[in-house]
T-cell receptor, first 115, second 111 residues
Framework: AAGVIQSPRHLIKEKRETATLKCYPI?????VYWYQQGPGQDPQFLIS???????DKGSIPDRFSAQQFSDYHSELNMSSLELGDSALYFC??????????????FGEGSRLTVL | LAKTTQPISMDSYEGQEVNITCSHN???????ITWYQQFPSQGPRFIIQ???TKVTNEVASLFIPADRKSSTLSLPRVSLSDTAVYYC????????????FGKGTTLSVSS
């Protein structure tokens, strides 16, 4: 079965530009999570969506926004990019309604480099 | 801040059993405990999940005492490929879907 798909895998942007990352969850999964992982850091929870509604919010900057669409894919929009936004961005999905509390399936990540 | 605390690092040799303990003193009644493994530049990978007592799967065992304030991940007969960072997580946030990664345990396995 296909796993979580993230695109693009690599992205290079200049400071103050915008970037959009996309995440396609595993089929039938109803919950999407976004994480940011800087070099040598632990994954930082940004935001989660359950059934297309925001469910929990973590340390997501105001410059970032995200949403989950009717087909359950999600997009993370990042504006006014800063050098410190350079990181690996992971998307994960789970089937919360099926009782999969905590069993997340992660994508391979999108590596954002801000120059 | 994560609700969990783990040792920063552990060293082991191939073939040994490794036990990593995580403290989660404020775990809620309905919370499950989940452990993940992460290799560099890869997404975390689910290892095992449990609620109480003992859970075992093909790669690990999870021991949870009756008070549930801690849990121990047991990796039997580790190999070099088990060198990774290990995280324990409990749900947080209003909806319980904020899975916060704390400071994981870097396990180094030597030959």
């Amino acid at each position: 079965a296909a796993g979580v798909i993230q695109s693009p895998r690599h992205l290079i942007k200049e400071k103050r530009e915008t970037a959009t990352l996309k995440c396609y969850p595993i089929s039938r999964h109803d919950t999407v999570y976004w994480y940011q992982q800087g070099p040598g850091q632990d994954p930082q929870f940004l935001i989660s969506f359950y059934e297309k509604m925001q469910s929990d919010k973590g340390s997501i900057p105001d410059r970032f926004s995200a949403q989950q669409f009717s087909d359950y894919h999600s997009e993370l929009n990042m504006s006014s990019l800063e050098l410190g936004d350079s990181a690996l961005y992971f998307c994960a999905s789970s089937f919360l309604a099926g009782g999969d509390t905590g069993e997340l399936f992660f994508g391979e990540g999108s590596r954002l480099t801000v120059l | 801040l994560a609700k969990t605390t783990q040792p920063i690092s552990m060293d082991s040799y191939e073939g040994q059993e490794v036990n990593i303990t995580c403290s989660h003193n404020n775990i809620a009644t309905n919370d499950y405990i989940t452990w993940y493994q992460q290799f560099p530049s890869q997404g975390p990978r689910f290892i095992i999940q449990g609620y109480k007592t003992k859970v075992t799967n093909e790669v690990a065992s999870l021991f949870i005492p009756a008070d549930r304030k801690s849990s121990t991940l047991s990796l039997p007969r580790v190999s070099l490929s088990d060198t990774a960072v290990y995280y324990c997580l409990v749900p947080e946030g209003q909806a319980g879907t904020a899975l916060i990664f704390g400071k994981g345990t870097t396990l180094s396995v030597s030959s």
